[in-house]
Nanobody, 124 residues
Framework: QVQLAESGGGLVQTGGSLTLSCAASGSTFSNYAMGWFRQAPGKEHEFVAAINWTGDRTYVYLNSLKGRFTISRDNAKSTVFLHMNSLKPEDTARYYC????????????????WGQGTQVTVSS
């Protein structure tokens, strides 16, 4: 069973950039499609991005994030990244990493494995 640990969140000004990392352990990382979700207080859980097992297919699901957020992975380091640019106050949320061995993430679903999340706060 895979364990996930996010890092890289913090406070950033509008227009700034952050890269979140999610380190996996306990299982073979390349067996999992990976994704990022976010949730802001009082708002619904949102699917941010997903990447397939080999990293050659990526998806950013929210139109508001296309062109600003990208997802990548390094299977040798068992890590998935979320690169966030041109950050806006509405990007403020807790960001969660998700792992899925079956590929549901690639069709807009969710995997069974979650990290604890990392907080991103964008100041105006």
């Amino acid at each position: 069973q895979v364990q996930l640990a996010e890092s890289g969140g913090g406070l950033v000004q509008t227009g700034g950039s952050l890269t979140l990392s999610c380190a996996a352990s306990g299982s073979t990382f390349s067996n999992y499609a990976m994704g990022w979700f976010r949730q802001a207080p009082g708002k619904e859980h949102e699917f941010v991005a997903a990447i397939n097992w080999t990293g050659d297919r990526t998806y950013v699901y929210l139109n508001s994030l296309k062109g600003r957020f990208t997802i990548s992975r390094d299977n040798a380091k068992s890590t998935v990244f979320l690169h966030m640019n041109s950050l806006k106050p509405e990007d403020t949320a807790r960001y969660y990493c998700n792992a899925d061995p079956y590929g549901s993430l690639l069709a807009g679903g969710e995997g069974d494995y979650w990290g604890q999340g990392t907080q991103v706060t964008v100041s105006s």
